[in-house]
């Protein structure tokens, strides 16, 4: 059975530990409490298998806290990370300014693709849904980026949520069968 290790990344007050719940159908937070370090969140989900064979795929959700004083946990938060999604609240402006550093810090420097990342313009309830006017520059643009309301449109940040776990999950797949190949040959 595969595992995949997936990160949930960005500012403070993104609203990251509210979609974690929502993705992993676990409890509900009703009041705002910022997550100090990591919550690590392990689900299933029968949407998802390994290449098309059945073979189920367990998830380790990191929910991972975004002040700043948590900086020195970050390398150990990575390890092993087979995907990160960058979640940011689009009405803040100083979101959009930090999510090169979210990047850079949690992609690149972890040699990942940007097909194992993900972009979440998360909009708080009564915010609005103004997806139109969001430029993000590059790299940001070649990113995938959804935008979740929870309020107006549940189904669709847990279809595409869904979606790039596949992703993730063939990522894997594909390389453990290079790797036995590799090892055949």
């Known amino acids: 059975m595969l595992k995949a290790k997936i990160l949930f990344v960005g500012p403070c007050e993104s609203g990251k530990t509210v979609l974690a719940n929502f993705l992993t159908e676990s409890s509900d937070i009703t009041e705002y409490s910022p997550t100090q370090g990591v919550r690590i969140l392990e689900f299933e989900n029968p949407h998802v298998t390994s290449n098309n064979k059945g073979t189920g795929c367990e998830f380790e959700l990191w929910d991972c806290g975004g002040d700043a004083k948590f900086e020195s946990c970050w390398p150990a938060l990575m390890k092993d990370a087979h ?26 420097q972890q040699s990942l693709q940007d097909t194992q990342c993900m972009l979440i ?65």
């Open 83 to 108: 995907g990160v999604v960058i979640v940011f609240n689009a009405d803040i402006p100083s979101h959009r300014k930090e999510m090169e550093m979210w990047y850079s810090c949690f992609v690149q």
């Open 121 to 185: 313009a998360h909009h708080k309830p009564g915010s609005g849904d103004d997806k139109g006017n969001l430029s993000l520059s590059p790299p940001l643009n070649k990113l995938k980026l959804v935008h979740s309301n929870l309020e107006d449109d549940p189904e669709e940040i847990r279809m595409e949520f869904i979606k790039y776990l596949k992703s993730i999950i063939n990522s894997m797949s594909e390389s453990r069968d290079r790797e036995e190949m590799s090892i055949m040959t």
